[in-house]
C-alpha cells in the first residue's frame, strides 16, 4: 500500500553539527508535505512546510529538501541544539485535508 | 493566536462511562480534526471537519461519535471504549476547508480505559 515512511528511526547527533531526517513517500499524486517536531507530553509542532512546485525551502536553522523524482524528503537542521531533542515526523497531505504521518525519527543531540 | 486548546489535558473512564474531549480554535480556521496516537506510533487522522461539515471519517468505530457546534469548536464523545483506546487524543485545525495548509494542533488529552 501506499505509505510515507523514514529510514532511520533514531538519530544521534553531537551539539553543533548539522541533523538530516529522511522521509521516502510513494504517493506521486501527493502536493504539499510538512514536517513536524513532537516533544515529550506535547503535540506535534509545526517546523516548515514545502509545496510539490519547489524543490527547496529554508526557515531559521531549517531546510526542507523534496525531490519529487525519487518521491523522497529531508529535513535539515542546521547548528543541532539540545532542544532540538525530540520525535520528528513528515507527513504527505493525499486528498483534502487528509495528513499521513511517517514513523518518525527521534533525534537525540549529545551534548 | 495561533493556539489550538484541548480539555481535559488527562481522562480516566470505565468501559462503561461516557465522556467528551473538547477542542477549541480562534484562529478563524475553516478545517479541524481529530488524531489518535499511541506510544511511539505517529498520529492516524480519526475525522475531519470542514466548514463545520464532517467530510473524512476514517472508517472509526461508532463509540466515537464527533461533533462540531461551530466553526471554533470540536467534540469527540465517548461511550464503551475498550481498553485499546487508550491513547494520545490530538485535535488539530487549519485555515482551508479544502486542504493545503499546514495543521495546528493542540497538546492532546491523554486517555486512559480501565
Known amino acids: 500500500g501506499e505509505s510515507v515512511g523514514l529510514h532511520l528511526p533514531t538519530l544521534s547527533v553531537q551539539e553543533g553539527d548539522n541533523s538530516i531526517i529522511n522521509c521516502a513517500y510513494s504517493n506521486s499524486a501527493s502536493d504539499y508535505f510538512i514536517w513536524y517536531k513532537q516533544e515529550s507530553g506535547k503535540g506535534p509542532q509545526f517546523i516548515i512546510d514545502?509545496?510539490?512546485?519547489?524543490d527547496k525551502r529554508q526557515g531559521q536553522r531549517v531546510t526542507v529538501l523534496l525531490n519529487k523524482t525519487v518521491k523522497h524528503l529531508s529535513l535539515q537542521i542546521a547548528a543541532t541544539q539540545p532542544g532540538d531533542s525530540a520525535v520528528y515526523f513528515c507527513a504527505e497531505e493525499r486528498y483534502g485535508n487528509k495528513l499521513v504521518f511517517g514513523a518518525g525519527t527521534i533525534l537525540r543531540v549529545k551534548s | 493566536d495561533t493556539e489550538v486548546t484541548q480539555t481535559p489535558k488527562h481522562l480516566v473512564m470505565g468501559m462503561t462511562n461516557k465522556k467528551s474531549l473538547k477542542c477549541e480554535q480562534h484562529?478563524?480556521?475553516?478545517?479541524m480534526y481529530w488524531y489518535k496516537q499511541k506510544a511511539k506510533k505517529p498520529p492516524e487522522l480519526m475525522f475531519v471537519?470542514?466548514?463545520?461539515?464532517?467530510?473524512i471519517n476514517e472508517s472509526v468505530p461508532s463509540r466515537f461519535s464527533p461533533e462540531c457546534p461551530n466553526s471554533s469548536l470540536l467534540n469527540l464523545h465517548l461511550h464503551a471504549l475498550q481498553p485499546e483506546d487508550s491513547a494520545l487524543y490530538l485535535c488539530?485545525?487549519?485555515?482551508?476547508?479544502?486542504?493545503?495548509?499546514?495543521?495546528?494542533f493542540g497538546p492532546g488529552t491523554r486517555l486512559t480505559v480501565t
Open positions: 484562529m478563524g480556521h475553516r478545517a
Open positions: 471537519y470542514s466548514y463545520e461539515k464532517l467530510s
Open positions: 488539530a485545525s487549519s485555515a482551508s476547508g479544502t486542504g493545503g495548509y499546514e495543521q495546528y
Open positions: 514545502i509545496r510539490s512546485n519547489m
